[in-house]
């Protein structure tokens, strides 16, 4: 019962894993997924005039005026306009200036530039109250809309002693004037290896940029509070159970990346802590992913041991040391650009980890494939995040919801070996319980069990007494066997030598024909004699060897009966077949496994004594019933004579083999060798059947074969 509520809680858990993944990859589509908008800016120019940006946000994506190394205010715009001055420089937004071509050189990711966007909006649009959903922007600018300054992270230079940069995430809101929105905005960057406006500006209804965006705060700060909880849950087992490293692993793992969670995306922290250090925040991100591939490998060890090279644990080791000692010895603008060789470590650990993956689920370790299958969706949401953060990937920051499907797989893996190894320890506990109670149990009553064996021993050589008795009784038998041959051997001899000596002394030459006969005769006798005992001896030794096949036992019985019918009709008897109840069996007629020539055998011996001492008229009925005893259904087959009948207390005697039983009354010239009952009973026994007599010592006896019918009976 207990192992049923344990695999329905498994069960349980984890429909409940299956149900919060699929509510996060949906709220994580809803949310982080862009959309393809068929709308692109074109030379500093957006026109959104068919578009209702009001109850479906746009991504301002497209060509956006470039004023590289200026900072310009709308004003300072606006009058180079009115003095004729064009602009003729255009940048791709989201995206870096780092790289773009300028002057026949191609720019840094250092510096400072004004951007300026002009959208046209559609009539329902122009008296809606809308809001730009900011991003995070390298690494620190100022926002007009509309000439109007709504926005401002970090502090704005134009050197890198007069830049302060930070990171935040904002959403402003504004009314515009009439169908046209100008959106000018300043960017300086000296800290960071990328600069400028990276990632999709939203423009759209306050309230719908308001759900989206207390979306994706809800949806991180989930996964952010999951993995800290699963973090720190970890770590206290492994306080609890230090031998166990696994869960140190596993805590440290989530409790790191559930601290990295609040330093992407929304970036709570920021929004916690405003003045938290810029550079610091950076360092802790870097050096979560510096260690993360090490930790990961040193945690796989512990759950499949022998699977990780010592090769592998040393240079993981030295890589991430490594990695790690330069990330916190030098500034953002050098380490930033090591975030792809940072990447691609990361992504070897994790190939190298499921390639011992593919092996541990191949040799069907428990476990092995749900790790292989949910590091697969890791690995691709942690390439997708490095190449985000590196400006390659269109895709949202998807490493956390990766994590978190991760981190609840094994958080189940981990569950699952401790359910085992308490139930494990609850069974041995149980055990070592029930054999204290059995020792204390065989202490208290030692006594008795002494007792016990010794009379178990007495009885023990009771038995062999009452088997050396048997041994002794059955030599003595053998030898009034061997004195009755004798005996019966040497009469007939003794006749047969006379009449020879009689023929050839020609005594009585007219009698020779007679004297002939019954030398012939004696030695049929004879030899029949001998031939008994040869075929008992080996029934009794088990060197007759049978060949068994099932058999329709009322087809076997007619056979039987016709075969014989005519013999016992010549010796003046009559004979007949009863079939019984057989007849209510016509649809399953009962069938014995047999070896058909040994069973008639045995039931001749049994009818030729019916012969012998059934006086001429009188009755041999041979009789078929089908009985069940136990759930198995018998074949019984009688052989009953009218004769003299035998003594109730020799009934037992009869089958044996030193047994000879001369009847009162029965006439001088039957003479047998008393071998018949009993190979008949070594017969009936092969076939795992029994016989036995009954008699009144009166009016004639009856045998009883009883053989076992097979299951599967004839129809």
């Known amino acids: 019962m207990r192992r049923i509520l344990r695999l329905g809680s498994r069960s349980i858990l984890l429909y409940i894993a299956i149900v919060v993944v699929v509510g996060l990859v949906a709220s994580y589509a809803l949310v982080s997924a862009p959309d393809s908008s068929k709308f692109q800016g074109e030379k500093g120019v957006l026109d959104l005039t068919q578009a209702h940006v009001s109850e479906h946000p746009i991504k301002l994506n497209g060509e956006w005026a ?48 004004t951007f300026r966007l002009v959208i046209r909006l559609s009539e329902q649009d122009r008296n809606a109250r809308l809001a730009l959903r900011l991003p995070t922007i390298f690494h620190a600018y100022r926002l007009w809309v509309n000439g109007e300054r709504l926005a401002e992270v970090g502090v704005m230079g134009r050197d890198k002693s007069g830049v302060t940069p930070r990171l935040s995430t904002k959403l402003v809101f504004f009314q515009p004037a009439d169908n046209t929105v100008e959106l000018v905005m300043q960017v300086a960057n000296f800290h960071h290896k990328r600069g400028g406006i990276t990632k999709y500006i939203e423009l759209g209804g306050s309230d719908a940029l308001t759900v989206r965006k207390n979306l994706s705060v809800a949806s991180g700060m989930f996964i952010t509070a999951s993995l800290l909880v699963i973090g720190l849950y970890n770590l206290l087992l492994f306080v609890q159970r230090r031998k166990d490293k696994a869960t140190l692993y596993f805590g440290l793992f989530s409790l790191l990346f559930g601290i990295r969670s609040l330093l992407v995306g929304e970036l709570m922290l920021t929004q916690w802590f405003p003045y938290f250090p810029w550079e610091l925040q950076f360092k802790i991100e870097y050096l979560i992913l510096c260690v993360s591939g090490y930790i990961i490998t040193m945690y796989f060890d512990c759950i499949f041991p022998n699977y990780v090279s010592r090769w592998f644990r040393l240079g993981s080791r030295i890589a991430t040391g490594a990695l790690c000692l330069v990330v916190a010895a030098t500034p953002a603008l050098i380490y930033s650009k090591m975030l792809l060789v940072i990447g691609a470590i990361v992504v070897l650990h994790m190939v190298y980890l499921m390639a011992g993956l593919v092996q541990a689920a191949v040799r069907r370790k428990e476990g092995a494939l749900s790790f292989l299958v949910v590091s697969v969706i890791t690995l691709v949401t942690v390439i997708d995040d490095f190449l985000y953060f590196n400006g390659s990937s269109p895709v949202g920051n998807t490493s956390p919801l990766g994590l978190l499907i991760f981190t609840i797989a094994q958080m189940m893996l981990l569950s699952s070996r401790f359910t085992r190894a308490a139930s494990n320890e609850e069974r041995i506990a149980r055990e070592l319980q029930d054999a204290n109670n059995k020792l204390t149990e065989m202490n208290a009553n030692l006594e008795r069990t002494v007792h016990e064996r010794t009379q178990a021993l007495s009885e023990a050589h009771d038995d062999l007494r009452t088997s050396y008795d048997r041994l002794l009784h059955s030599e003595q038998g053998r030898k009034k066997l061997l004195a009755y041959i004798t005996h019966d051997l040497r009469m007939p001899l003794s006749s047969m030598l006379g009449y020879v000596e009689a023929v050839q ?211």
């Not at 064009?86 to 050189?105: A, E």
């Not at 068994?548 to 005519?566: D, I, N, T």
């Open 66 to 113: 470039f004023y590289w190394q200026e900072l310009l205010s709308p004003a300072d715009i606006r009058s180079r306009t009115e003095r004729g001055e064009q602009v003729n420089r255009y940048i791709d937004i989201p995206g870096s200036w780092l790289g773009y071509p300028l002057d026949g050189q191609s720019l840094k990711g250092e510096g400072f530039a």
């Open 505 to 715: 002394d020609k005594v009585k030459p007219e009698r020779n024909e007679q004297y002939l006969k019954y030398i012939q005769d004696n030695t049929i006798r004879i030899n029949r004699m001998i031939e008994e005992l040869s075929f008992l001896s080996h029934l009794e030794t088990g060197q007759v060897s049978y060949r068994m096949e099932q058999v329709p036992v009322l087809c076997f019985l007619r056979g039987f009966f016709e075969q014989y019918e005519l013999v016992v009709r010549d010796a003046g008897l009559d004979f007949r077949l009863d079939t019984g109840n057989t007849e209510e069996y016509r649809t399953h007629l009962p069938v014995v496994e047999m070896d058909a020539q040994r069973l008639d055998q045995a039931l001749f011996n049994l009818v030729s004594n019916a012969m012998k001492f059934t006086a001429r008229g009188g009755l041999v009925r041979l009789a078929l019933t089908v009985d069940e005893v136990q759930g198995t259904r018998y074949a019984i087959i009688s052989v009953q004579d009218s004769g003299t009948g035998i003594p109730a207390d020799q009934l037992e005697q009869i089958f044996d083999r030193n047994y000879k039983y001369d009847r009162p009354g029965a006439e001088k010239d039957i003479e047998g060798s008393g071998l018949g009952l009993a190979i008949c009973r070594e017969i009936v026994q092969a076939h795992g059947g029994t016989v036995r007599g009954e008699s009144d010592g009166k009016t004639g006896s009856i045998f009883y074969v009883s053989l076992p019918c097979t299951v599967n009976e004839g129809r």
